[in-house]
């Protein structure tokens, strides 16, 4: 335990002295407040589905006491006794569990459905799920992550929101520059930072702060950034967010955009009660855990001009050989493309399966790849030699005639939008032993059952079991069992 040179507060562990002193030339008077702050309880919060319900709607439904974030539509705070990761509603992807500050940099990006949008540092998902919910089903999400393994975890939260129209890549920014130049209507760049905003729920960063420190990180922050221009078109919103204090690596980044990029225009975002406008640079939107139940957390707003292109200062890209099978901008089709002869009109089990459903289907965008089924969002531009985890939703695999419906088809359906579905109520012990993986007894008002059978808790999908008479044979993916 260290005492602040105030000597009016005690921290339970050291801040190094660098930092305090930037603080203290950020916050002035305040920060003696900033300080006393790491005394309280962190703020519990989640963000709900607007896919599948509203936040009210949800409140209802909720097994503990929630209240709304002021400043997020969709937000809710939580008490800190329950684990709503464990609930059967967290299973159906009614609400995505999220920091309240953290959720404010999706809220602020401009999307309509029908957009193009990036989401370019995008794990775990929390962000992107947003976006996605906003899109509708229209246009396309572009998740990505330049980590394969954080990757695979968003894809399943994105999955799991039951976001039907995306694409989730794992690449350096660099890569996916040269395949989408001026292609987005909007992108999000929460960059990876040095993370003081999180100090006071994370202790641990402090060492990372020491080891790195802004300057590191401002750095690859640039890189990042740049290439985020490159990619939004002309009339297009970037975003940039981190969670850190820093000037270096907020207000004098953004700062460096605009002199640099004179395509790029700030954005005035507004202020809500408990927000701070940006600290020597007017525009740009701060939260501090002394003024808001949250953590620490900055926006700007970019916008790219209509007229000027980021080719004028993006440096051009030398062309990398990528070997045979590509062509002069190094794409690589992807096998099975729309619209080609693909033997899926042979596969009758999958149609007959289509017509269960209560959805529209553009036959277009189906594409089969080798045993598995895709429908790819609309605008989808094809392959491009970039590592996709998943272009659009994954439908389901054809095996020897039979078609096997996947959990991300589960999980854009539900009762209304399928014909077989069985809804358990959520105390039904039923629920959680499906989530397990176990086979399910029907009661005699729910069956007999038979083909593929939707599994619902209250309405809302879980996944697929096989209906054998009175009894159900688990489908549920493995690896999204309640633990």
Known sequence: MITDVSEKTVLKFPLPEPFQEEMRSLLDEEYEQYVKSFDDPRSLGLRVNTLRLTREECRDRLPCDTWPVPWIANGLFYEDHVRLSKDPYYYAGLYYLQEPSAMTPASLLPVKPGDMVLDLCAAPGGKSTELGARLRGEGMLVANDISNSRAKGLLKNLELFGIANLCVTSEPPERLAAVFPGFFDSILIDAPCSGEGMFRKEPAMIQEWVKKGPEYYSRIQKEIVREGIFMVKPGGYLLYSTCTFSRAEDEELIRWVLNTFEEME?????????????????????????????EGHFMALLRKKKTGSARETVPQRKQEDHGSGRDQRGRRPLPGKAGQKDGLDEDREFWSFLGDTKLHWDRNRLVKRRDKIYYLPEGFPGGAGLRYLRTGLFMGTITKGRFEPSQAMAMVLGEGRYSNCVSFHRDDERVIRYLKGETVVLQKEEGPRSGWCLVCVDGFALGFAKGNQMTLKNKYYPGWRWQ
Do not use: N, Q, T
């Open 266 to 294: 700030l954005v005035p975002l507004p202020l809500f009660e408990g927000a701070r406008d940006g600290i020597g640079l007017s525009g740009c939107l701060r939260l501090f855990p002394h003024r808001i139940r949250g």
